[in-house]
């Protein structure tokens, strides 16, 4: 391949990126209403699955903590949303999970496996009742509401969050702190041997991806408007990030973002009036995806790609 | 005092025996087939509904049901090894990547085992009397179901252990848990013992669904919570060790009973503390190695 093609490729791909980006920074000019508010909670998941995979993919840790980031942020937007302005607020939400994800990491991150699955699974659950008796029997308060935002200010808070993701993301993967995050994963003591200082790789990764996570719970709580304890640290916001990641495939950076975006559509089309049934539909797709398609949807087109290539060569 | 005493610890004691048999099914299932099954707690609702079924259409008397919803729950956890699980440990590259990916796909199967029980059942809250005359203890008073409960886990329980101990299948079983490859070389169909342990969880958790339908009220969401204290109670117990699983049933149950009569709002979150702390400081727990 030669140096040309490559560059027209690249400026190729580059083009449509901008123009993508573009579509979706004019959107609620020409598609108002309910498009800006579906495509909010698209971002909020493509996010959460994103930051999931950015630590999980690569290490091979498999965290159940998203719920526990998404809900402190969510609570940041609680407590702070009637005192200060949008961006301080989700960026406090950012903060205040690393901040938590930073000394979760530091005590934690020497268990490995399903230790670690279960820990961080534990850990949402104990924050989430001890927030529900906070509440109950020293605030004496149920919930809380939050301050109510125009959904296309949350919409251009979610889609830069998102850019901000990606380019972070983007960025790791290219560097050498990236390389250090992949090395753990492949194997941890050759890496600490080669010099990766594995437990501050770890951790950090850790933080930043619960950065993220914390600020899609600050923005979307303002569309939720009221919340308590067991919406905010709904443990279903630990397992959908990870069969998002995994029904897209984590091999690819854009696989997660593919899972997350179709698993998001079905939901905010299917939820409301099919609950149990797309909960049950929800089950199986789970299954499915794991028994058959361990490469994720991204991983599925090359193998169909070349089965097709094997095919055609069969033929001459 | 000495009254409320024995009200507390003989209340948590006849709690842990239900956590028990939940914690030694997860255990079996975890210790050797190493799935930690997050639909554990699913297998406890369908054999609450059985029973409540059976009861309520049929006038089967649910001790009755024991034998009827034990070899049902038996079969499906049996066949779900078979199909789901022995596919998936055949594509895993490692023993890591195995639990990682059963442990997700019990997480579908907790969703497809529960919405399908909302469906049939619906989701609201059922209930039968059975034995429900009160029972006098020193002074404690208990009502008689609960007590049949605690003798009917511990019998259970007790029998398992010995059937673990002085058969030769219970043999091939603790010979597949220390170390699954050997054990094939030895002779022993690793598979099918496999599943078997599958299914005896499974059925375990069945045992301990038709029995805790008999004192309480049933919910087709129920499972995950039990399913929790089932993992915390293992981890208490020390991860994959069932003499330790039955022990620390009975302790997390009397803890939870103290904790409930201090301040019963805090029970759940204790739990958690509990497991939190001891995953921290020793997570072999207390039997463990």
């Known amino acids: 391949?030669?140096?040309?093609?490559?560059?027209?490729?690249?400026?190729?791909?580059?083009?449509?990126?901008?123009?993508?980006?573009?579509?979706?920074?004019?959107?609620?000019?020409?598609?108002?209403?309910?498009?800006?508010?579906?495509?909010?909670?698209?971002?909020?998941?493509?996010?959460?699955?994103?930051?999931?995979?950015?630590?999980?993919?690569?290490?091979?840790?498999?965290?159940?903590?998203?719920?526990?980031?998404?809900?402190?942020?969510?609570?940041?937007?609680?407590?702070?949303?009637?005192?200060?302005?949008?961006?301080?607020?989700?960026?406090?939400?950012?903060?205040?999970?690393?901040?938590?994800?930073?000394?979760?990491?530091?005590?934690?991150?020497?268990?490995?496996?399903?230790?670690?699955?279960?820990?961080?699974?534990?850990?949402?659950?104990l924050i989430m009742q001890l927030l529900v008796f906070w509440e109950l029997h020293v605030m004496g308060i149920r919930g809380r509401f939050v301050v109510v935002i125009h959904y296309n200010t949350i919409y251009y808070a979610m889609l830069i969050i998102f850019v901000v993701l990606m380019l972070t993301v983007y960025f790791i993967k290219r560097s050498k702190?990236?390389?250090?995050?992949?090395?753990?994963?492949?194997?941890?003591?050759?890496?600490?041997?080669?010099?990766?200082?594995?437990?501050?790789?770890?951790?950090?990764?850790?933080?930043?991806?619960?950065?993220?996570?914390?600020?899609?719970?600050?923005?979307?709580?303002?569309?939720?408007?009221?919340?308590?304890?067991?919406?905010?640290?709904?443990?279903?916001?630990?397992?959908?990030?990870?069969?998002?990641?995994?029904?897209?495939?984590?091999?690819?950076?854009?696989?997660?973002?593919?899972?997350?975006?179709?698993?998001?559509?079905?939901?905010?089309?299917?939820?409301?009036?099919?609950?149990?049934?797309?909960?049950?539909?929800?089950?199986?797709?789970?299954?499915?995806?794991?028994?058959?398609?361990?490469?994720?949807?991204?991983?599925?087109i090359p193998r169909l790609w070349r089965r097709r290539a094997g095919g055609q060569r069969a033929n001459t | 005092m000495l009254v409320k005493t024995l009200d507390i610890v003989i209340g948590g004691l006849l709690m842990g025996g239900i956590y028990a048999l939940i914690a030694m099914g997860l255990s079996l299932q975890y210790g050797v087939a190493r799935v930690l099954n997050i639909a554990h707690g699913e297998f406890i609702t369908l054999g609450a509904f059985t029973t409540w079924v059976l009861y309520t259409a049929f006038g089967i008397n649910p001790l009755l049901s024991l034998v009827i919803v034990g070899p049902?729950?038996?079969?499906?956890?049996?066949?779900?090894?078979?199909?789901?699980?022995?596919?998936?440990?055949?594509?895993?590259?490692?023993?890591?990547?195995?639990?990682?990916?059963?442990?997700?796909?019990?997480?579908?199967?907790?969703?497809?085992?529960?919405?399908?029980?909302?469906?049939?059942?619906?989701?609201?809250?059922?209930?039968?009397?059975?034995?429900?005359?009160?029972?006098?203890?020193?002074?404690?008073?208990?009502?008689?179901?609960?007590?049949?409960?605690?003798?009917?886990?511990?019998?259970?329980?007790?029998?398992?252990?010995?059937?673990?101990?002085?058969?030769?299948?219970?043999?091939?079983?603790r010979a597949a848990a220390q170390d699954p490859t050997t054990a094939g070389l030895m002779g022993v169909n690793i598979n099918q013992v496999l599943a078997l342990c599958f299914g005896l969880g499974a059925l375990m958790a069945g045992f301990a669904g038709v029995l805790y339908s008999m004192c309480f009220p049933i919910q087709a969401t129920m499972g995950l919570q039990y399913t929790v204290i089932a993992i915390i109670v293992v981890v208490l117990g020390g991860l994959g060790s069932i003499p330790g699983s039955f022990i620390g049933g009975f302790i997390l149950g009397i803890i939870g009973n103290v904790v409930t009569y201090k301040e019963p709002s805090l029970t759940v979150a204790a739990f958690y503390f509990i497991f939190i702390l001891l995953l921290l400081v020793r997570p072999t727990g207390i039997m463990g190695k």
């Open chain 1, 1 to 125: 391949m030669d140096i040309a093609r490559v560059t027209s490729k690249r400026s190729f791909l580059l083009g449509l990126l901008g123009l993508i980006l573009v579509l979706l920074a004019t959107l609620p000019l020409y598609a108002a209403g309910y498009t800006p508010i579906l495509m909010t909670s698209i971002f909020m998941y493509i996010i959460l699955t994103v930051s999931w995979t950015l630590f999980s993919g690569p290490t091979g840790y498999m965290s159940l903590a998203p719920a526990a980031f998404f809900g402190v942020g969510i609570y940041a937007a609680a407590i702070l949303g009637k005192y200060v302005p949008l961006p301080v607020f989700i960026v406090a939400g950012g903060l205040a999970s690393f901040i938590v994800a930073l000394l979760v990491g530091a005590l934690t991150l020497r268990l490995r496996g399903i230790y670690f699955a279960i820990f961080t699974f534990g850990l949402v659950m």
């Open chain 1, 177 to 300: 702190f990236g390389l250090a995050l992949q090395s753990i994963g492949e194997n941890e003591e050759a890496a600490a041997h080669a010099g990766v200082n594995v437990t501050m790789v770890k951790v950090i990764t850790f933080a930043v991806s619960a950065f993220f996570m914390g600020a899609a719970g600050a923005t979307i709580a303002t569309r939720w408007t009221y919340i308590d304890p067991y919406i905010a640290f709904n443990v279903l916001f630990s397992f959908l990030p990870v069969l998002m990641a995994i029904f897209g495939g984590m091999g690819q950076l854009y696989g997660p973002v593919i899972g997350a975006a179709i698993f998001a559509y079905l939901q905010e089309k299917l939820v409301t009036t099919f609950s149990e049934l797309y909960m049950l539909i929800f089950g199986i797709v789970l299954v499915v995806a794991i028994l058959y398609m361990p490469d994720g949807l991204v991983g599925l």
């Open chain 2, 72 to 173: 049902l729950i038996f079969i499906i956890g049996f066949l779900l090894h078979r199909t789901l699980f022995r596919s998936l440990s055949k594509s895993a590259p490692s023993l890591a990547a195995f639990e990682g990916s059963s442990l997700l796909a019990t997480f579908g199967l907790l969703y497809i085992i529960q919405n399908i029980a909302i469906i049939a059942w619906g989701a609201a809250s059922r209930a039968y009397t059975y034995l429900a005359s009160p029972v006098n203890l020193w002074g404690a008073i208990f009502s008689a179901n609960r007590l049949v409960t605690l003798g009917f886990a511990v019998g259970i329980g007790l029998a398992f252990y010995i059937f673990l101990v002085r058969t030769r299948l219970g043999k091939a079983i």
